[in-house]
T-cell receptor, first 114, second 117 residues
């Protein structure tokens, strides 16, 4: 079955530093979604990537999907304390039989030190 | 506020009691999903509806769990005879999707945190 692996599991950076979070799928992705979750709250949609090689940016966050559509990276430039939280990648892992399966990685916990 | 809303935000109950959660999706979204999330894990898919039809249920959804979306708008998730292992955050999400489109951007509510004592 399809799985999503995220790395690193946790990250502590000094304010102003850049960082990258990776998400790797065992199968080709139809769509790769990045969400941010504050502790104990719901998920906030950040970006969706669909095409191989696609790159999207929102403010200081950039996400890329590789050409093979099996790996995505989320890059934060000049991190701020407001970037702290849990970053989750999700994927629409529809099976060959058409069964719906939306799966998530286990998350990357980001802490930004002021 | 036009986002996904969930009620209650927190629920504490004793083992063996029944609980019911409500989710109001973004208006006009035809799909509604339920997930369960435990500490340190990503959300796990439970079930989803397209309009009022429940199209899929995960094996995680035991016979103590039932979900409804009677008019294709709000949905309820009921857990009967709660167990301590049911303690988790229950998340609801909605999306607007059309036939033939493989991607499905979901928008999440704030979640209902259930604690079973």
């Amino acid at each position: 079955s399809q799985e999503l692996e995220q790395s690193p599991q946790s990250l502590i950076v000094q304010e102003g530093k850049n960082l990258t979070i990776n998400c790797t799928s065992s199968k080709t992705l139809y769509g790769l979604y990045w969400y941010k979750q504050k502790y104990g709250e719901g998920l906030i949609f950040l970006m969706m990537l669909q095409k191989g090689g696609e790159e999207k940016s929102h403010e200081k966050i950039t996400a890329k999907l590789d050409e093979k559509k099996q790996q995505s990276s989320l890059h934060i430039t000049a991190s701020q304390p407001s970037h702290a939280g849990i970053y989750l990648c999700g994927a629409d892992g529809r099976t060959t039989s058409g069964t719906y399966k939306y799966i998530f990685g286990t998350g990357t916990r980001l802490k930004v030190l002021a | 506020d036009t986002g996904v809303s969930q009620d209650p935000r927190h629920k504490i109950t004793k083992r063996g009691q029944n609980v019911t959660f409500r989710c109001d999706p973004i208006s006009e979204h035809n799909r509604l999903y339920w997930y369960r999330q435990t500490l340190g894990q990503g959300p796990e898919f439970l079930t989803y509806f397209q309009n009022e039809a429940q199209l899929e249920k995960s094996r995680l959804l035991s016979d103590r769990f039932s979900a409804e979306r009677p008019k294709g708008s709000f949905s309820t998730l009921e857990i009967q005879r709660t167990e301590q292992g049911d303690s988790a955050m229950y998340l609801c999400a909605s999306s607007s999707t059309t036939a033939g489109v493989l991607t499905d951007t979901q928008y999440f509510g704030p979640g209902t945190r259930l604690t079973v004592l």
